[in-house]
């Protein structure tokens, strides 16, 4: 099976700043497709951005951006300019055919007024 | 809104009953997905159906059994329930051709008392 491996369970940023979420996987396919989601106390899941791996080029969504290592099978999420409303469980996810997802164990992200 | 519809949101029951959660994915999309979230838990994956069929599954319990109609929309059943069955259930759709992110539902909150 896929493991998503997410290393940090808890960080925190101070509002206004930037951080960093990092996420590990273990695949031996090239082709696949990588996600980061948000989960807030309300506990709905909100896809945050996504990557397909055959693009070299890192997604951005507004103040969320990816940096994608393929060779080191690392996804990792950057937040700018971080807002009060971006205090979340965030999860990383892989999916090679759609039949899974994989989730990692998810990170706390906690901004600080 | 993501187009997921899961009822019912919250759901009290005793142990040893049955419950029956269901799901109605997002327009054209062929893929269901059941996942189990326990508190302060990660996203456990239990089954996915496309189309009609079972695809994939995951650490589902014997007690646990679930089914998609004709019309796409997903049944989760559990039975003989326990306390530690006490969780937030989500349902996801998705394609898978391409594959597309998952799209999740609201969840339904079990309480087994």
């Known amino acids: 099976a896929q493991t998503v491996t997410q290393s940090q369970p808890e960080m925190s940023v101070q509002e206004a700043e930037t951080v960093t979420l990092s996420c590990t996987y273990d695949?031996?396919?090239?082709?696949?497709?990588l996600f980061w989601y948000k989960q807030p106390p309300s506990r709905q899941m909100i896809l945050v951005i996504r990557?397909?791996?055959?693009?070299?080029q890192n997604a951005t969504e507004n103040r969320f951006s990816v940096n994608f290592q393929k060779a080191a099978k690392s996804f990792s999420l950057k937040i700018s300019d971080s807002q009060l409303g971006d205090a979340a469980m965030y999860f990383c996810?892989?999916?090679?055919?759609?039949?899974?997802?994989?989730f990692g164990t998810g990170t706390s992200l906690t901004v600080i007024p | 809104d993501s187009g997921v519809t899961q009822t019912p949101k919250h759901l009290i029951t005793a142990t040893g009953q049955r419950v029956t959660l269901r799901c109605s994915p997002r327009?054209?999309?062929?893929?269901v997905y059941w996942y189990q979230q326990s508190l302060d838990q990660g996203l456990q994956f239990l089954i996915h159906?496309?189309?009609?069929?079972?695809?994939a599954k995951g650490n589902i319990l014997e007690r646990f059994s679930a089914q998609q109609f004709p019309d796409l929309h997903s049944e989760l059943n559990l039975s003989s329930l326990e306390l530690g069955d006490s969780a937030l259930y989500f349902c996801?759709?998705?394609?898978?051709?391409?594959?597309?992110?998952?799209?999740f539902g609201q969840g339904t909150r079990l309480t087994v008392v």
């Open positions: 159906y496309y189309n009609g069929e079972e695809r």
């Open positions: 996801a759709s998705a394609k898978i051709t391409p594959v597309t992110e998952a799209f």
């Open positions: 990557q397909e791996a055959y693009k070299q």
């Open positions: 996810a892989y999916s090679r055919t759609g039949n899974q997802f994989y």
């Open positions: 695949t031996s396919e090239s082709d696949y497709y």
């Open positions: 327009s054209g999309d062929l893929s």
